[in-house]
């Protein structure tokens, strides 16, 4: 029975000045790097031996992933990284602070640019651009909405997580809110007007157990 765990990254700096970040690249602050420490703890004490951990281009998430490794004693194992575990992109509300926003636009607005599934936030005007990407071919994008993030995630995984599920293989998935967000909805067809109230916390993870089919027998969030 494959197991998959999935963990939103430790607190960064953005999310303790409650500013809208996406595609921005972040640290940790040092209660994010002693969440990602206690989540490694929590999943060592499940005795769960992964074969790969995926992860996003964005150092938040990637330094989460190496302590909770670290952690776990298998900073071995295969570890892939993608763009399309990012952050959904904010568009026009990137660097924004999110209570200065709902004072100028009012907390219904704001609501639905950050929890609507379809909804997509003010646009860039100008298009960034990343060596990081451009070597993919990839375009950051000007705005996203949840449903596009979704739609950007899903074929990492049925290309490269769920593969190694039905093998047999336990994944370990270390990404942002939004992006597993995507993935509880699409997991658990959770509904475009549910998905408002999913909520993933900061270095919490969560266990899933499958059939060989890929259904779902269980789900724990795994906490002290």
Avoid: C
Avoid at 133 to 149: F, H, N, Q, W
């Amino acid at each position: 029975m494959p197991t998959l765990v999935i963990m939103r990254h430790g607190e960064s700096q953005a999310n303790r000045d409650n500013i809208f970040t996406g595609w921005s690249d972040v640290a940790l602050t040092q209660k994010g790097v002693a969440q990602a420490h206690a989540a490694g703890k929590i999943i060592k004490a499940a005795n769960i031996q992964f074969d790969d951990v995926h992860t996003s281009f964005l150092k938040r998430a990637i330094i989460t992933t190496n302590i909770v490794l670290d952690e776990v004693g298998q900073n071995d194992i295969a570890e892939h990284k993608s763009w399309r575990l990012n952050e959904r992109h904010y568009g026009g509300l990137r660097g924004q602070n999110k209570l200065a926003v709902k004072q100028r636009v009012g907390e219904k607005q704001l609501k639905i640019w950050r929890r609507s599934f379809t909804v997509v936030p003010p646009k860039l005007t100008k298009r960034d651009e990343d060596p990081r990407y451009d070597r993919y071919g990839v375009k950051i994008p000007l705005a996203e909405s949840l449903e596009m993030t979704m739609q950007r995630l899903i074929p990492y995984w049925v290309d490269q997580i769920a593969p190694k599920l039905l093998a047999g293989k336990n994944q370990l998935v270390v990404a942002h809110g939004s992006t597993l967000r995507a993935l509880i909805k699409f997991l658990e067809n959770v509904s475009d007007e549910d998905i408002p109230n999913v909520e993933v916390p900061n270095g919490k993870p969560i266990r899933y157990d499958f059939d060989k089919r890929l259904n779902i027998v269980a789900k724990q969030l795994m906490a002290k």
